[in-house]
């Protein structure tokens, strides 16, 4: 038995894996890692995988970077942990002035959480809370898009709309008022991307008009909606929802767990709509990867409703143990250094432009319904028929044979369904990008050419979104 072998029937003896059917483990191999270096995964047999979904979205500059290392290894030495009520330090001062720096103007006030989920339940329960201090007790619910994500803790979940995600737990959410995506791959032929936007638009603008008294806030995935197949729309939306917020007195709360720092083209994806939410949640890239830390960042305006003498019950009593880690915070500040001192937006507009040409052969293909791409972000549709989009049905897993041949040929490609896609680390290369390219290729060439039986499949998890 191979070092790989030895240590997955270890890990499959103990381990219960996220986002997993772990019947699928009968057939499908667990692939430990050994190590990483930049793009790459190496596995216990020396095999290695290029890393083209950034470790779950996190890891933009590479694994094993060493100026985040560097970072980490000095703060180690001096303090790893400490209690953010009633204390603080360095690291996480200096980390909330680098992020009301380079934060939309208003955004001064920053409260962190442990990972992206709690952000978005801090983001949640500030809105909703925030109305309560200020007298306007009726407005308790959110309104959200379809086919939305936000995470998987219980509020954060009521905010989306994967069913996969939510369907068995619908019994525990709350009640919220979902309007119709401005995703860009349903619009009509010949209608561009920012018409179809503006189209759009006209729901939430009724929506609003008729039920701004009871809600509390509008939550967004803004520009693309990641676990619900990377699909994408126009920065045209959120200038409307801007102004309709501000229009009809409702928080706007923007998702940026998974498009912030660099993903989309610019820093945050909110500059490119040229607003500033009421809530920006953040996570993921926010360490580079490295450990777990979400930062809310929200206005003085926010903050001053629940600034009051302790008596009168005002403050955000909302904590988590690892709030503010000290090390979390020293991989956040060695990361903005690297996009500070690298000029890495500036940079990724190649990287992108490279994704863009690498993949345009797809465009043509005989199952490819679109090729979307923003930013740093590109996704490929598989369809079973082009003219129509007739998506085929999820039981036939054609995600999982292209992440299948991506192993074996040292990529790691874990497509969302039917939705293969590139969300790269930012160091990677032209020429290992062009790698990519032929990869994906081959592999969706294998996937639409075979027949696969459905009756052969019907007993395997219905994950639609995530092949693992």
Request: net charge negative; aromatic share 8%.
């Amino acid at each position: 038995m191979n070092l790989n072998d030895q240590w997955m029937q270890r890990d499959l003896a103990v381990l219960w894996h996220p986002c997993t059917q772990m019947k699928d483990h009968e057939r499908l191999p667990v692939i430990p890692i050994k190590r990483g270096d930049g793009v790459w995964l190496e596995d216990f047999n020396g095999k290695r995988y290029l890393d083209a979904v950034s470790s779950w979205w996190v890891n933009v500059f590479g694994h094993g970077n060493p100026r985040i290392n560097q970072r980490i290894k000095d703060q180690l030495d001096n303090l790893e942990h400490v209690m953010l009520a009633g204390f603080s330090h360095q690291p996480v001062i200096e980390l909330s002035e680098r992020l009301v720096q380079i934060t939309p103007a208003g955004l001064n006030r920053v409260f962190y959480a442990d990972n992206g989920s709690s952000g978005i339940e801090v983001a949640l329960k500030m809105s909703f809370h925030y109305w309560l201090n200020s007298g306007k007790t009726a407005k308790q619910r959110f309104v959200t898009l379809t086919n939305s994500y936000h995470g998987e803790t219980i509020a954060a979940m009521s905010v989306g709309d994967v069913s996969l995600f939510t369907e068995t737990y619908k019994s525990l959410l709350l009640d919220t008022i979902k309007v119709p995506s401005p995703d860009c791959y349903l619009r009509p032929e010949g209608v561009s991307w920012e018409a179809h936007s503006r189209t759009m638009f006209a729901a939430m603008e009724q929506t609003l008009a008729e039920h701004h008294h009871e809600v509390a806030a509008v939550i967004v995935e803004p520009l693309i909606q990641g676990a619900g197949g990377m699909r994408m729309y126009h920065p045209i939306y959120l200038t409307l929802l801007r102004e309709a917020c501000d229009r009809y007195g409702v928080h706007l709360i923007h998702d940026e767990i998974a498009v912030g720092f660099g993903r989309t083209g610019s820093m945050f994806a909110c500059e490119q709509a040229g607003i500033t939410p009421d809530f920006l949640v953040l996570s993921k890239a926010l360490t580079g990867g490295y450990l777990p830390m979400a930062a809310v960042l929200t206005t003085d305006d926010i903050y001053q409703a629940f600034y009051a003498d302790y008596a009168t019950l005002r403050a955000f009593l909302h904590s988590h143990t690892y709030t503010g880690n000290p090390l979390a915070c020293a991989a956040a500040l060695a990361t903005l250094d690297i996009f500070r001192d690298d000029n890495i937006i500036e940079a990724n507009k190649a990287l992108a432009n490279r994704m863009a040409s690498a993949t345009a052969h797809l465009v043509d293909h005989p199952n490819v319904a679109e090729v979307r791409q923003t930013g740093m972000a590109l996704a490929i549709e598989m369809v079973q028929d082009k003219a129509s989009k007739t998506p085929y049905a999820w039981q036939e897993r054609r995600g999982l044979k292209v992440y299948q041949h991506a192993l074996e040929r040292g990529a790691l490609l874990r497509p969302l369904g039917n939705v293969v896609y590139f969300l790269p680390p930012y160091v990677i290369t032209p020429e290992q990008i062009d790698f990519l390219a032929e990869v994906a290729s081959e592999g969706i060439d294998l996937a639409c050419r075979d027949s696969i039986s459905v009756s052969v499949l019907s007993n395997l998890h219905p994950n639609h979104r995530d092949p693992g």
